[in-house]
């Protein structure tokens, strides 16, 4: 069974950094793209970013372009969402996902982290 693990989330004033990782253990995972996803107090999940696992392609939500960059390394099954200039209406639940296959959705979710960016 393949489970993702989040780490990195926390409490940081506005302007500030912080870097999550989301880490795949268990059997050999089949991954087409992984990404980010979030989801505020009294509102829907949305997309943040992605990435493709094979490929230098990436994808991002109008609302982070330039601040937030994802990342990943192969060998270690691992993504990264570095999250730079953050704002209050950064504050959510952060969710770790994968997509096994081009034509599907994200089908594997991590626990999620909390990201609070104070004002």
């Known amino acids: 069974q393949v489970q993702l693990v989040e780490s990195g989330g926390g409490l940081v004033q506005a302007g500030g950094s912080l870097r999550l990782s989301c880490a795949a253990s268990?059997?050999?995972?089949?991954?087409?793209?992984m990404g980010w996803y979030r989801q505020a107090p009294g509102k829907e999940r949305e997309f943040v970013a992605a990435i493709r696992w094979s490929i230098d392609s990436r994808s991002y939500a109008d609302s982070v372009k330039g601040r937030f960059t994802i990342s990943r390394d192969n060998a270690k099954n691992t993504v990264y969402l570095q999250m730079n200039s953050l704002k209050p209406e950064d504050t959510a639940v952060y969710y770790c996902a994968v997509q096994s296959r081009p034509s599907g959705a994200f089908d594997l979710w991590g626990q999620g982290t909390q990201v609070t960016v104070s004002s």
């Open positions: 268990g059997r050999t995972l089949s991954t087409y793209r």
